[in-house]
């Protein structure tokens, strides 16, 4: 009789420590709404809150749209092409992961000035910057997961490379394309640096709470996290459920 693996045991626990770091800020939040649901409605009711709300979720999905309409193609060429640079297209890809988010900010207002200052492009612009790479990187291994083989199949019996790419590459590669779109939404959603600096108004909720906070203190200003959580939630969740069903 063999000894007993304890090795993915042992992982657990260690990791678990994570999960609930992560769970344990989400549940007292929570928690103490529940205790102030007073608060709760009066925010619900707070024409502000719902137009920041839907600011927010409107230039988030914009920017999700974006980033897939131009992540894809640049994902399907990084993928399937070596070329003089490349290393260096890739670092200038993943370079708005690692930049403070107020300097990104500083760096779209030298850049375009007026063009973007306050307004919802303004917005986009900051939520773009720092989400595309989820995009594009996503794209990009998701093409690498498609054998360039089943292109070529397609190829030989006629089809053109963009008849290929639609037919055989993208549909293998979507469920890892809708992650990063999801990704990249989320990431836009949760971004508040950058939109300080270049897009004050129009009021974003995460501009709002900061505000709220700031102005008020935390009581006003925790009902509108929990809602914006439970609407990031919910959406992200869903997003994941349909991917899951995509790959299955």
Do not use: C
Request: charged share 15%; hydrophobic share 55%; no cysteine.
């Amino acid at each position: 009789m063999g000894r007993r693996d304890y090795t993915l045991y042992f992982f657990a626990m260690l990791g678990s420590f994570l999960i609930i770091y992560i769970a344990l800020p989400i549940m007292v939040i929570f928690a103490k709404q529940a205790l102030d649901f007073e608060m709760l409605t009066k925010t619900l009711h707070d024409p502000l809150v719902i137009k920041a709300l839907a600011n927010s979720l409107i230039t988030a999905t914009a920017t999700a749209m974006i980033s897939v309409i131009f992540g894809v193609p640049l994902g399907y060429v990084l993928a399937r092409r070596d070329f003089r640079g490349k290393s260096l297209v890739q670092a200038i890809i993943d370079v708005p992961i690692v930049i403070p988010h107020s300097v990104v900010g500083i760096m779209l207002l030298v850049t375009f000035s007026n063009a973007i200052l306050d307004s919802y492009k303004g917005i986009i612009a900051a939520m773009l910057f720092v989400s595309a790479p989820f995009a594009i990187n996503a794209a990009r291994d998701g093409f690498l997961a498609v054998d360039e083989k089943l292109e070529h199949v397609a190829r030989t019996l006629g089809a053109s490379r963009l008849r290929a790419f639609l037919s055989v590459s993208l549909p293998m590669a979507l469920p890892s394309i809708a992650s990063g779109a999801i990704m990249a939404w989320a990431r836009s959603i949760s971004e508040v640096g950058a939109i300080l600096i270049v897009a004050y108004y129009p009021k974003t909720a995460q501009v709002l709470v900061m505000e709220y906070f700031n102005n008020y203190g935390l009581r006003a200003s925790r009902p509108i996290s929990v809602i914006l959580m439970v609407i990031s939630l919910v959406i992200f969740i869903l997003l994941r459920w349909l991917i899951g069903k995509v790959r299955r």
